[in-house]
């Protein structure tokens, strides 16, 4: 198993930047694939962006496509999303989650382990 912790949440005016992390306890974090959800109240979870093992894939939502990457360190267990020229609707909790599956990277039901979430705010 793997335990997820995300950090690097808060209030940012748009425009600005914001970047998140996420650390994996364990010793097989190349094993996962890593991904970005985020939750806007009253809505559902969205994919934001997943990583492959090896960082050599990545994969990003349309809507944050030019403004939002990620990246990850196997040898410190993290995995990072920075969020440059945030909007008022990039607003959620943002998931970090981890899968040693073969599904598809976009899909929450792909993956297997889930953070607590952290609060992103972007004021207009």
């Known amino acids: 198993q793997v335990q997820l912790v995300e950090s690097g949440g808060g209030l940012v005016q748009a425009g600005g930047s914001l970047a998140l992390s996420c650390a994996a306890s364990?010793?097989?974090?190349?094993?996962?694939?890593m991904g970005w959800f985020r939750q806007a109240t009253g809505k559902e979870r969205d994919f934001v962006a997943a990583i492959s093992w090896t960082g050599v894939s990545t994969y990003s939502a349309d809507s944050v496509k030019g403004r939002f990457t990620i990246s990850r360190d196997n040898a410190k267990n993290t995995v990072s999303l920075q969020m440059n020229s945030l909007k008022p609707e990039d607003t959620a909790v943002y998931y970090c989650?981890?899968?040693?599956?073969?599904?598809?990277?976009?899909?929450?039901?792909?993956?297997?382990?889930w953070g607590q979430g952290t609060q992103v705010t972007v004021s207009s």
């Open positions: 364990g010793r097989t974090f190349n094993k996962y694939y």
């Open positions: 989650a981890a899968t040693t599956g073969w599904g598809n990277p976009v899909r929450e039901s792909s993956y297997n382990y």
